[in-house]
């Protein structure tokens, strides 16, 4: 009996702990990411405007639980058509047409948001801290912030323009707008 | 009992971690719109010859029309791309001293004719094999139309007055030698902008 019982309050539990999320989503018409590369000779950046997220916001503690980020490599534009098919032919982007970031380890410091997670990018995962400002309302939710990617860290052979390789270094920057969807 | 519920609690937390990663990132897929086409919408007649969806290598059954094939034929026109672009290197140095040599006939000083001729010779084989490159490699996997002039477009447009300008230059070099200079100077100076104005 006292066993049912202790089972039943467990099955409880689990389902109480889900209750307390809201989900929330990426609004991709209002969210961005750019990327900067630099070459001896020349700086450029590409855009992305097809974001999709969700983020599964604790009610109580206000925090993230999860947040998911999808984006295809197909979607950045640095309004160079060359320029983009020669970076999907880099990022070998038929293999690998996905970015991931996946974190549940989140950490509110006043106007931040400290979060850690996995970013998966050219097939190969890696760990990065992100310290991202975060502007709360009641329906949306905005995300700022910069950080910073080393393409031969994924395993990416950095392309070479006048036999001289671009800088191992991409700036990203990103604007998330997350829309509350409902509550569950 | 509690040595199962703890065990149980562990399994549960975990494969729910990760079959919630998977979906989430699973809906999310549902909900994009993926572009997974093979090849570009736009390519030169000369790579559409080849490798287009109903081009020679696909006819032939040499290059089939799929995610494999095209990975490695994307790899392919890299190489193809990287040589393109150090035979222009050494093509326009060959240019150069063809101008200097060609100048120094045009004022009387015939005992550079041969000299004038050979290197003549080497960088026109020099530049059609880098255009051949150019031209019959293998298509991106997009080729997306942008509104105003870029630094790739200009590349095309100049390779467009410089081929022309190097045809001239061979077909009147023994015809018009007038019109011959003015092709030749045309196709340097065109294709030292093409050079100049090419950002990866």
Redesign the interface.
């Known amino acids: 009996m006292i066993k049912r019982k202790l089972l039943i309050f467990f099955l409880l539990l689990v389902c109480s702990i889900q209750a307390q999320e809201t989900t929330w989503i990426i609004n991709t018409s209002k969210s961005l990411i750019t990327y900067s590369g630099k070459h001896t000779l020349h700086e450029w950046e590409g855009s992305n405007q097809k974001l999709y997220g969700r983020a599964l916001l604790n009610n109580t503690s206000l925090v993230f639980n999860k947040l998911a980020i999808l984006a295809y490599v197909r979607d950045f534009d640095s309004k160079n058509s060359g320029r983009d098919a020669h970076s999907l032919e880099v990022l070998e982007a038929l293999s690998f047409p996905e970015i991931k970031f996946y974190s549940e380890s989140f950490e509110l410091i006043k106007d931040s948001l400290l979060i850690n997670g996995v970013f998966e990018f050219h097939g190969k995962k890696l760990n990065k801290q992100i310290m991202s400002s975060i502007v709360s309302g009641k329906n949306e939710i905005l995300l700022n912030g910069t950080f910073n990617l080393i393409p031969s860290d994924f395993g990416i052979s950095l392309p070479a323009f006048m036999l001289v390789k671009m800088k191992d270094l991409l700036e990203i920057r990103y604007s998330i707008v997350l829309a509350k969807e409902s509550s569950s | ?1 509690i040595r199962f ?1 703890v065990f149980f ?1 562990l399994f ?1 937390t975990l494969s729910s ?1 990760f079959s ?2 998977e979906d ?2 699973g ?3 549902s ?5 997974t086409s ?1 090849l ?1 919408d736009r390519m030169i007649f000369t790579q559409r010859l080849l490798w287009g969806e109903k081009g020679l290598m696909r006819k032939m059954k040499i290059s089939p029309l799929t ?1 494999e094939q ?2 490695s034929e ?2 392919i ?2 190489k193809m791309l ?1 040589i393109h ?2 035979i222009g290197y050494a093509t326009l140095v060959g240019m150069v001293a063809q101008g200097f040599i060609g100048s120094q006939l045009y004022n009387g000083n015939y005992k550079l004719y041969e000299t004038h001729k050979l290197v003549g010779n080497l960088t026109s084989i020099s530049y059609f094999t880098g255009a051949g490159l150019s031209l019959f490699a293998p298509p ?7 509104k105003g002039l ?3 477009k200009a ?1 095309k447009y100049l390779a467009t007055i410089h081929f022309s300008a190097m045809v001239t230059t061979n077909f009147l070099a023994n015809k018009n030698k007038k019109i011959h200079r003015i092709a030749a100077y045309t196709a340097v100076g065109s294709f030292a902008t093409a050079i100049i104005v ?3």
């Open positions: 009992m519920l609690v549960l971690t919630q990663e989430i990132f809906s999310l897929r909900e994009a719109e993926i572009d093979l570009p995610i095209r990975e994307l790899k026109r890299r990287k672009q150090v991106p996997l997009v080729n997306k139309k942008i870029n630094s790739i590349h090419f950002k990866f």
